[in-house]
């Protein structure tokens, strides 16, 4: 069974500059989530999906992010204009309703 | 807001028990003990997790006391593979997990 895929791995821009980063899910997870990990740090939650709903968008700075998850499978986040504390590792994470996560390999975006 | 606290380095001989802490004193009735470990570059790995009973898969054990305000993670035989970052979570009824920054194992030749 495939993982959790993301795309792309590496990412480098310049600040001002838009980014997207992509996530497939684990087939039949019904709950996707975006992470943010700065380095030294545990993962944080920016975004919870049920389906195609954002159930926990609490924690997403939506000045300049956002995200969606059209058909309740794939799901893209996308941050316009990048700014150098952008800098981190996001995370994609898929799982049933309740239940362990599973993450994929995850994005390090580094912004000059 | 993190859930948990555990210490922020351990190391570990190979061959040897790691066992790592967890504590949680503030967790519910009905919130589950999540392990996930990251080994550097990659994502988090689901490890073990647990309500009341202690638990054992092919990776660890996880030793719940019994007030639940604590636990333990054993890696019965330390391998240098299992160099990483170990997560004790505790997962809220909203299937929430907050991360702490987690315990560093290395496993020493």
């Known amino acids: 069974e495939a993982g959790v895929v993301q795309s792309p791995r590496y990412k480098i821009i310049e600040k001002k500059q838009p980014v997207a980063f992509w996530c497939n899910p684990i087939s039949g997870h019904n709950t996707l989530y975006w992470y943010l990990q700065n380095l030294g740090q545990g993962p944080e939650l920016l975004i919870r999906y049920e389906n195609e709903e954002a159930v926990d968008d609490s924690q997403l700075p939506k000045d300049r992010f956002s995200a969606e998850r059209l058909k309740g499978v794939d799901s893209t986040l996308k941050i316009q204009p990048a700014e150098l504390g952008d800098s981190a590792v996001y995370l994609c994470?898929?799982?049933?309703?309740?239940?362990?996560?599973?993450f994929g390999p995850g994005t390090r975006l580094t912004v000059l | 807001d993190a859930k948990t606290t555990q210490p922020p380095s351990m190391d570990c001989a190979e061959g040897r028990a790691a066992n790592l802490p967890c504590n949680h004193s503030t967790i519910s009735g009905n919130e589950y003990v999540y392990w996930y470990r990251q080994i550097h570059s990659q994502g988090p790995q689901y490890i073990i997790h647990?309500?009341?009973n202690n638990e054992t898969n092919e990776m660890a054990s996880l030793i719940i006391t019994e007030d639940r305000k604590s636990s333990t993670l054993i890696l019965p035989h330390a391998t240098l593979r299992d160099t990483a970052v170990y997560y004790c979570?505790?997962?809220?009824?909203?299937?929430?997990?907050?991360f702490g920054t987690g315990t560093s194992l290395t496993v020493i030749p």
């Open positions: 979570i505790v997962r809220d009824t909203g299937n929430q997990f907050y």
């Open positions: 994470a898929s799982s049933l309703e309740t239940g362990g996560q599973y």
């Open positions: 647990g309500l009341k």
